[in-house]
């Protein structure tokens, strides 16, 4: 699949198409088209996005926070039950040890360990999202004994705030 690195390809082959058709674009007009095929305001835009990617010959990926856990039970109701993610994978070194697992909904990808090392209990971390409404209404929906999470009109945006079963905080933030 082609990305915005393959913009000038993209221009070529419309171009060519087009010309099939009787059409004639001058390559800038075709460079302006895909610039705005990818939501950007012009070939201007698109050229410098393409020019810092190809700077960097690395990149950053959204981070998986470990978070520490204590009763297995507990967090698949938690994270697998009220906030509806799924279990990706799970990792115990042999029967009867502690659990490592990821769990996620969407881009979010969180690391579960009941390992007394992985992680503090009583974490704190943001979840920047869009549709933060929308979220808090579905968690309420599902009428959790333990969690009835509001919303909270803050100076940097919309929040709102869970807390799992070990007193870790997210807090999904819409700014």
């Known amino acids: 699949m082609r990305t915005f690195l393959n913009a000038k390809a993209m221009a070529k082959a419309m171009r060519e198409q087009l010309a099939t058709r009787g059409v004639t674009i001058q390559h800038a007009e075709a460079l302006e088209i895909v610039?705005?095929?990818?939501?950007l305001e012009s070939w201007n835009v698109l050229s410098?996005?393409?020019?810092?990617?190809e700077v960097a010959p690395w990149r950053?990926?959204?981070?998986?926070p470990i978070i520490r856990i204590f009763d297995e039970a507990r967090a698949r109701d938690f994270y697998l039950g009220f906030l509806g993610m799924t279990l990706d994978w799970e990792h115990r070194?042999?029967?009867g040890m502690p659990l490592y697992c990821q769990v996620s909904r969407g881009a979010l990808k969180l690391h579960l360990s009941e390992h007394s090392g992985d992680a503090s209990p009583?974490?704190?971390?943001?979840v920047y999202m869009t549709?933060?409404?929308?979220?808090q209404k579905e968690l309420v929906g599902k009428n959790y004994k333990y969690n009835r999470p509001g919303l909270q009109?803050?100076?940097w945006g919309l929040?709102?705030?869970v807390i799992d079963p070990f007193g870790n905080r997210i807090r999904f933030l819409e700014v």
């Open 153 to 155: 009109r803050q100076d």
């Open 159 to 161: 929040e709102c705030e």
């Open 35 to 39: 610039a705005k095929q990818f939501g």
């Open 122 to 126: 009583g974490a704190n971390m943001l």
């Open 60 to 64: 950053f990926e959204p981070p998986a």
């Open 93 to 95: 070194f042999e029967l």
């Open 48 to 53: 410098a996005k393409i020019g810092e990617a």
């Open 131 to 135: 549709g933060v409404e929308a979220w």
